[in-house]
């Protein structure tokens, strides 16, 4: 197949992982016979040292014209970086809020497997881990707390200050479809979290939900309230298969299932729009303290890949292929300083790649 990827390295390690990433994806390419063009545009603080902006026009128009996209990470230091001073919009991070809304990219999927190999980076007890944890979060990405009206007021009690959760019927069945097609995919288990008790955002959600799975009847839909839920996902993460929510409830929820397999630098994600475009990127930020190093870990980036040809490129054979190389390395040993437990022997970001790469073949 040929595909045009837009590629955005952003600032401090996010070139360096995108670079680790480019070059999987063009081991695949040779070896099964694609064509991917990679279309290079700044984002983050690069952007804004270039351009004056944290996500130019034209790096929105070459996202827009391309099949998926692929993103570093973006941000400076996180204190005492010049960038700090600049007003809100023309942050790093606004460039980030401004390419999801723009794309349209409403379904955040974030899976956290914790790999048997790296069963001492998790932070629960064996009895909970057991076999393995393997979970996907589904998490709205363009709506709900974050989008609603917000503002300040007079009060006869001083300032106020509200923010408003709203979703509409439209959009919670949306996002639901992908939790539910998600879960067709797996184990067929959904679980829905809400908080229906209080909000009456949750109790439109819950309905909603309940009315889509009619049209699911493979997959097993449950729903916990989301304060249970968080609580559950330390007790019994093993339970969990696909969990689909709302975006404050997800953003929370989606750390907390990244800290319990352990490493930032091993979770990838995809933010998907109607139809097949996502933009790719790892879970983890910019990384200032490691950068230029050869030291940060491109797992989380590479995994990222392997979703863009699942869900984008439609070639599951592939995503496969870069998931059980990844698999195989960490199998042979391969440690990034991250994962690498004390006394064991720390691989640089160049090796790792090389490493992965060797395990695809050409
Ligand atoms: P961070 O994720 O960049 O780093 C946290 C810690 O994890 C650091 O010690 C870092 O060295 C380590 N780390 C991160 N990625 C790693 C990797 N691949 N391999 C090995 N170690 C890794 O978070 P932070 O320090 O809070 O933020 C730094 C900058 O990144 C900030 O400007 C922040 O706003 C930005 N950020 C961007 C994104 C994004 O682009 N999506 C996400 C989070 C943070």
């Keep these: 197949m040929n595909a045009k990827i837009a590629v955005l390295p952003g600032d401090y390690i996010g070139p360096e992982v995108t670079a680790a990433a480019v070059e999987v994806l063009d081991c695949v390419a040779h070896r099964y016979g694609h064509t991917f063009h990679f279309e290079y545009a700044p984002a983050g603080c690069t952007a804004i040292e270039e351009k004056g902006d944290p996500m130019p026009e034209s790096t929105l128009a070459l996202c827009r014209a391309a099949d998926a996209v692929l993103l570093g990470a973006v941000g400076g230091p996180v204190s005492g970086s010049k960038w700090d001073e600049l007003p809100g919009h023309l942050r790093p991070e606004a460039g980030l809020l401004r390419i999801r809304a723009e794309l349209g990219l409403f379904a955040n999927l974030r899976p956290a497997r914790l790999y048997p190999q790296l069963r001492e980076a998790c932070p629960l007890h064996e009895q909970v881990v057991g076999d393995g944890i393997d979970m996907i979060v589904v998490r709205e990405l363009v709506g709900g707390l974050y989008f609603g009206p917000r503002g300040r007021k007079q009060t006869s009690g001083g300032e106020a200050?509200?923010?408003?959760?709203?979703?509409?019927?439209?959009?919670?069945?949306?996002?639901?479809?992908?939790?539910?097609?998600?879960?067709?995919?797996?184990?067929?288990?959904?679980?829905?979290?809400?908080?229906?008790?209080?909000?009456?955002?949750?109790?439109?959600?819950?309905?909603?939900?309940?009315?889509?799975?009619?049209?699911?009847?493979?997959?097993?839909?449950?729903?916990?309230?989301?304060?249970?839920?968080?609580?559950q996902m330390a007790l019994n993460p093993r339970q969990f298969d696909v969990i689909v929510t709302g975006n404050l409830f997800g953003d929370i929820l989606s750390d907390i299932?990244?800290?319990?397999?352990?490493?930032?630098?091993?979770?990838?994600?995809?933010?998907l729009s109607e139809g097949t475009f996502g933009l790719y990127e790892p879970v983890h930020g910019s990384a200032p303290d490691i950068a230029g190093k050869d030291a940060a870990n491109p797992l989380?980036?590479?995994?990222?890949?392997?979703?863009?040809?699942?869900?984008?490129?439609?070639?599951?054979?592939?995503?496969?292929?870069?998931?059980?190389?990844?698999?195989?390395?960490?199998?042979?040993?391969?440690?990034?300083?991250?994962?690498?437990?004390?006394?064991?022997?720390?691989?640089?970001?160049?090796?790792?790649?090389?490493?992965?790469?060797?395990?695809?073949g050409k």
């Design 300 to 360: 989380a980036t590479i995994l990222s890949a392997a979703m863009m040809l699942r869900h984008s490129l439609g070639l599951p054979e592939e995503a496969l292929a870069v998931e059980g190389a990844v698999e195989a390395v960490l199998r042979d040993g391969g440690r990034t300083g991250d994962i690498a437990r004390p006394g064991e022997a720390v691989w640089g970001t160049r090796r790792m790649t090389d490493a992965v790469i060797a395990r695809i």
């Design 161 to 231: 200050a509200y923010d408003t959760m709203i979703y509409s019927q439209s959009e919670v069945e949306r996002i639901a479809r992908v939790g539910f097609e998600t879960a067709r995919g797996r184990r067929g288990i959904l679980t829905s979290v809400d908080k229906a008790n209080v909000l009456e955002s949750s109790r439109l959600w819950r309905a909603v939900v309940e009315r889509v799975a009619r049209e699911y009847p493979d997959v097993t839909l449950n729903h916990l309230y989301v304060d249970n839920a968080a609580m």
């Design 257 to 271: 299932a990244g800290a319990i397999i352990g490493s930032i630098g091993m979770l990838p994600s995809a933010s």
